[in-house]
């Protein structure tokens, strides 16, 4: 974007298929973008997921045409990045030790990695959530780093591959929350004191912001802490000691104000981020917090609720009624209700099966013609086309077992039959009384 005229920012480039050409491309999920010079550093996604994770580095010496100067994948996801004097700084949430990362930014090589384990080691019994490496900045050799309520560190990247750490600036101990039940954890992990979201130095580091993000947790009052901005004076980072704290400012919308007394009912720094400068804190950005939220999804309507308390409100009751007479200056408190008989799921169903009311038939045999006009001839009913089985599948035939084959017949002589010889008569036989000459022997002399 061309900002020059602030009026009127002008579009220069766009790109929405970063690393497109890799097989588990592009690269979505992008939560920030930083420069450095004619550097820019794109990283993603945000969030945990099984995509494509990592950080592109692009020259934009020509906006208009920026070019592809590193890539480097890593393992774990990437919500913030910086960059500065060629070094890229990533919030390394690997869900083991959270480390901070430092990439070459022309090469895309890993050169080094720190933890604030290293420095108090009772961080890695704690669970994720509470010690995520939120955001980082890198000034002058100095990367300030937000850990959540493991609070924020000044580490030392002058020496990219040997990463060291200089100061702690605030934070809450590990040990309160090695033995922390999951709810009292979940719950410290949404509200202040800690949840340290950012934090930004001023030019010559002897000042460092500090922003919190908070959201309302539960239904107490007491419970409900908004997000501020802190100042810490770090001239000397062994002993940083906070000068001020400016709290969530109010916004047009009256939903994210706080009340005139009592503390708000939601805070958040979301909202105000996006239109305020860096490192400033805001209102909320809801007015419900995302566990309520979610408790009351199914609910379509909610019934209006006191602003300073959170809690549906009852109409006043009407001056007529004997308690308002007996006590005007009382405060109306609702009148208890029966609890009301809820039939079971089965029954409801029935009950609204019952009174399902039969639809209109507007198929075009059923419609009036209109006027002045034939009425369409109906088609002929076709007959119903059988139900799409298949056939079941008959038994396999039984084969008649085979003959063995025959044997070839060889070529051999044919046998010829020799003449027999003439039997001898025997004597008296009727042969033997004939003679050549005597003709047929019926008709003799």
Sequence with gaps: MDVSDPAAPTLLHENRNVLGDRENGPLRGIYDVKVDGDL??????????????????????????????SVHETGFFNHNCDIDDGVVALCGNDFDRNPLVTIDAETGEELGRWSVVEEEPAWG????????????????????????????????????????????VRGRPAEEYVDMASDERSEALLQPPGNDHFAAPNDDGSLVAVSAEGWDAGDDEADVRPGSLYLYDTSDPENATELAEIPAPETSDEGYNPPASG?????????ATRSSPRGTAAASAST?????????????????TTRASGRPSTPPRSSSSPRAAASPGAVPTPTPRAPRYT???????????RRRPTPRRTSPRHRRPPPNRTPPTPSPRRRPRPPNR????????????????RRPRTATRPRTRRPRPPRPASPGSARSRRSPASGSGRGGS
């Excluded at 298949?390 to 008649?400: A, D, S, Y």
């Design 288 to 304: 419900t917090s995302p566990t309520r939220a979610r408790r009351g999804s199914r609910a379509r309507t909610a019934p209006p």
């Design 343 to 353: 039939p079971s799921r089965s029954r409801t169903r029935t009950r609204r099966a």
């Design 263 to 271: 503390p708000p009912h939601t805070t958040s720094t979301s909202r």
């Design 40 to 69: 820019l550093a794109v990283t993603g996604p945000a969030n945990p997921g099984p995509r494509l994770r990592a950080v592109v580095v692009f020259d934009v010496s020509d906006p208009t045409a920026p070019e592809r100067v």
């Design 125 to 168: 019994d704690v669970p994720f959530g509470p010690w995520q490496l939120h955001d980082v900045s890198l000034s002058d050799g100095v990367a300030y780093v937000a850990y959540w309520d493991a609070g924020t560190w000044l580490v030392d990247v002058s020496d990219p591959a040997n990463p060291t750490a200089i100061a702690e």
């Design 390 to 405: 298949t056939p079941p599948t008959p038994p396999p035939r039984r084969r008649r077992p085979t003959r063995p084959p």
